[in-house]
């Protein structure tokens, strides 16, 4: 393991990973228990992204991507969740991090479930600046049930923590459970933090349930491939390439490979594909060839299919339904040829309600008054570009106010499919 972890950081300060700052987060949301019922929302005024507006001053874009991972009718448990918080101590800052990560806190029995392991860690000597940063860094802690496992995994948070803030890298040498997951999983995460994997990736993996960060042969076998590779630790896709690698037998891997030669590929564009897009490898052999009789059945070349999965790998994952949905709208409806889509296939990977058809719509009635010129734009200049840049280039630039009203106003409405 110790020659594993000198191969790791020479390739980690060859390509000058460690100063590289990333934002991620691998978990999925996990059900707090809760004696409410939690059931959803029957359309009246009470909303969950209204909620979190108001109580915690959120943004709507972000407070209406909380409410889909969370629903509540009444704000009863809600309520006593963040008065808890506050009254131990948390900032509505730090309490809009937690919620961010972890939005079904809000339906946790606070009395019950919630204050209990407060309690825990307070009477274990957790400070109230400590207990604030420990949580909002790691929220999901709170949904582990025992008392020691909670007790364990903070430790190991808050240890990491302060060895962080040193300005000077410091290995840590903990204590470990003998003989269990949760030895094997500290020492992965203590390895892959020596790497320089950091926290933000770290902490999800350590509360994680998968099996990728529990092992220990294996686990190494696949951290040496996934480095051997060239994936940078400090980035998801690191993270993402390790769980795969770990997820498939080398048999496994052979036989998916051999699918996509058949579509043309090489066993190095393969390998490039899966350094863009680890999940690559993870559709079954059933997935790939559905899509690539999907996309053949469209229209489309094999030559032009192989170019398309090189630059959007995610298309080969796409449902038969969703792809011939966008494809008929966009070359039926608008006219776009199939080249067009081959050249910009990230198009199929756009959500049809907020970007295709609402833009759509406002080229349409821009073509409808001979504003474009006879040429309809390209694919990706219509929905590459961000909403900010496509509202500048399509429709706050027009002299007549009454006319961009009209723009704005099938810009904002949703797209009626």
Same mark, same amino acid.
């Given at each position: *393991?110790?020659?594993? #972890?000198?191969?790791?950081?020479?390739?980690?300060?060859?390509?000058?990973?460690?100063?590289?700052?990333?934002?991620?987060? &691998? &978990?999925?949301?996990?059900?707090?228990?809760?004696?409410?019922?939690?059931?959803?929302?029957?359309?009246?005024? /009470?909303?969950?992204?209204?909620?979190?507006?108001?109580?915690?001053?959120?943004?709507?874009?972000?407070?209406?991507?909380?409410?889909?991972?969370?629903?509540?009718?009444?704000?009863?448990?809600?309520?006593?969740?963040?008065?808890?918080?506050?009254?131990?101590? +948390?900032?509505?800052?730090?309490?809009?991090?937690?919620?961010?990560?972890?939005?079904?806190? #809000?339906?946790?029995?606070?009395?019950?479930? #919630?204050?209990?392991?407060?309690?825990?860690?307070?009477?274990?000597?957790?400070?109230?600046?400590?207990?604030?940063?420990?949580?909002?860094?790691?929220?999901?802690?709170?949904?582990?049930?025992?008392?020691?496992?909670?007790?364990?995994?903070?430790?190991?948070?808050?240890?990491?923590?302060?060895? @962080?803030?040193?300005?000077?890298?410091?290995?840590?040498?903990? %204590? &470990?459970?003998? =003989? %269990?997951?949760?030895?094997?999983?500290?020492?992965?995460?203590?390895? &892959?933090?020596?790497?320089?994997?950091?926290?933000?990736?770290?902490?999800?993996?350590?509360?994680?349930?998968?099996?990728?960060?529990?092992?220990?042969?294996?686990?190494?076998?696949?951290?040496?491939?996934?480095?051997?590779?060239?994936?940078?630790?400090?980035?998801?896709?690191?993270?993402?390439?390790?769980?795969?690698?770990?997820?498939?037998?080398?048999?496994?891997?052979?036989?998916?490979?051999?699918?996509?030669?058949?579509?043309?590929?090489?066993?190095?564009?393969?390998?490039?594909? +899966?350094?863009?897009?680890?999940?690559?490898?993870?559709?079954?052999?059933?997935?790939?060839?559905?899509?690539?009789?999907?996309?053949?059945?469209?229209? +489309?070349?094999?030559?032009?299919?192989?170019?398309?999965?090189?630059?959007?790998?995610?298309?080969?994952?796409?449902?038969?339904?969703?792809?011939?949905?966008?494809?008929? /709208?966009?070359?039926?409806?608008?006219?776009?040829? #199939?080249?067009?889509?081959?050249? /910009?296939?990230?198009?199929? =990977?756009?959500? *049809?309600?907020?970007?295709?058809?609402?833009?759509?719509?406002?080229?349409?009635?821009? $073509? %409808?008054?001979?504003?474009?010129?006879?040429?309809?734009?390209?694919?990706?200049?219509?929905?590459?570009?961000?909403?900010? $840049?496509? *509202?500048?280039?399509?429709?706050?630039?027009?002299?007549?106010?009454?006319?961009? @009203?009209?723009? *704005?106003?099938?810009?904002?409405?949703?797209?009626?499919?």
């Amino acid at each position: *393991m110790y020659t594993l #972890l000198l191969h790791g950081r020479r390739l980690v300060e060859l390509q000058k990973w460690r100063n590289l700052r990333v934002s991620a987060t &691998l &978990l999925q949301n996990a059900s707090f228990s809760s004696p409410s019922d939690v059931s959803p929302r029957n359309g009246q005024n /009470f909303t969950v992204s209204s909620y979190l507006v108001d109580s915690l001053g959120l943004t709507r874009k972000l407070a209406d991507s909380i409410s889909k991972k969370v629903t509540f009718e009444e704000k009863g448990h809600p309520d006593s969740v963040l008065t808890l918080l506050r009254t131990h101590g +948390f900032t509505d800052s730090q309490i809009s991090t937690i919620i961010t990560d972890y939005p079904l806190l #809000l339906v946790a029995d606070a009395d019950e479930s #919630l204050a209990p392991k407060l309690k825990l860690l307070q009477n274990r000597g957790a400070s109230t600046s400590e207990l604030t940063e420990v949580l909002s860094k790691v929220p999901k802690i709170l949904r582990i049930k025992k008392d020691k496992a909670l007790g364990r995994y903070y430790d190991f948070v808050k240890e990491i923590i302060e060895a @962080d803030k040193s300005s000077k890298f410091e290995r840590l040498c903990l %204590s &470990l459970p003998q =003989g %269990s997951k949760q030895e094997n999983k500290i020492r992965n995460v203590l390895v &892959l933090r020596d790497l320089g994997v950091p926290q933000r990736l770290l902490f999800p993996l350590l509360i994680s349930r998968s099996a990728h960060v529990c092992g220990k042969e294996r686990f190494e076998e696949s951290l040496k491939k996934v480095l051997e590779m060239g994936f940078d630790p400090t980035t998801p896709k690191f993270v993402k390439a390790l769980h795969t690698v770990y997820e498939l037998s080398d048999k496994t891997i052979g036989e998916k490979v051999n699918v996509y030669k058949r579509l043309g590929f090489g066993v190095g564009d393969v390998w490039k594909i +899966f350094k863009k897009h680890p999940s690559f490898l993870k559709f079954s052999e059933k997935n790939i060839s559905n899509s690539i009789d999907t996309f053949l059945g469209l229209g +489309f070349s094999r030559v032009e299919l192989a170019g398309m999965v090189k630059r959007f790998p995610q298309c080969i994952g796409l449902s038969a339904e969703t792809v011939k949905k966008k494809n008929e /709208f966009l070359v039926e409806k608008m006219n776009w040829p #199939l080249k067009s889509l081959a050249l /910009f296939p990230h198009v199929f =990977g756009c959500s *049809m309600e907020k970007r295709i058809v609402p833009r759509c719509e406002v080229i349409k009635a821009l $073509m %409808s008054k001979g504003l474009l010129g006879s040429e309809l734009p390209s694919v990706s200049s219509v929905l590459a570009c961000t909403d900010h $840049m496509f *509202m500048k280039k399509y429709v706050s630039k027009h002299d007549d106010k009454v006319f961009v @009203d009209e723009l *704005m106003a099938i810009f904002t409405k949703d797209g009626d499919l």
